[in-house]
Nanobody, 115 residues
Framework: QVQLVESGGGLVQPGGSLRLSCAASGIIFSSAAMAWYRQAPGKQRELVAAITSGGRTNYASSVKGRFTISRDNAKNTVYLQMNSLKPEDTAVYYC?????????WGQGTQVTVSS
């Protein structure tokens, strides 16, 4: 049974930083591509960043240069380091992976950027 558990969200002021974590179980993590998505109120869920099993990354243009995705295969965990946060980064952030042609999502963690 695949499980993804996000943590690390919270309230931060504009310009601040947060690091999100996503702990995975039930998959061969070192072979899995992982991704972070976000969904703001009234908007569609969008891809924020992704990382392949080999460590290649890609980012949404809106976060490039501010966010960094990384993975620790020994801990079965993927991270999203978010710097220079803006109010428009406010959203629920979700971790995603795929296994057996099926997508799996975590429960989400709220990030609020506000003064």
């Amino acid at each position: 049974q695949v499980q993804l558990v996000e943590s690390g969200g919270g309230l931060v002021q504009p310009g601040g930083s947060l690091r999100l974590s996503c702990a995975a179980s039930g998959i061969i993590f070192s072979s899995a591509a992982m991704a972070w998505y976000r969904q703001a109120p009234g908007k569609q869920r969008e891809l924020v960043a992704a990382i392949t099993s080999g460590g290649r990354t890609n980012y949404a243009s809106s976060v490039k240069g501010r966010f960094t995705i990384s993975r620790d295969n020994a801990k079965n965990t993927v991270y999203l380091q978010m710097n220079s946060l803006k109010p428009e980064d406010t959203a629920v952030y979700y971790c995603k992976t795929e296994s057996g042609l099926r997508a799996y999502w975590g429960q989400g963690t709220q990030v609020t950027v506000s003064s």
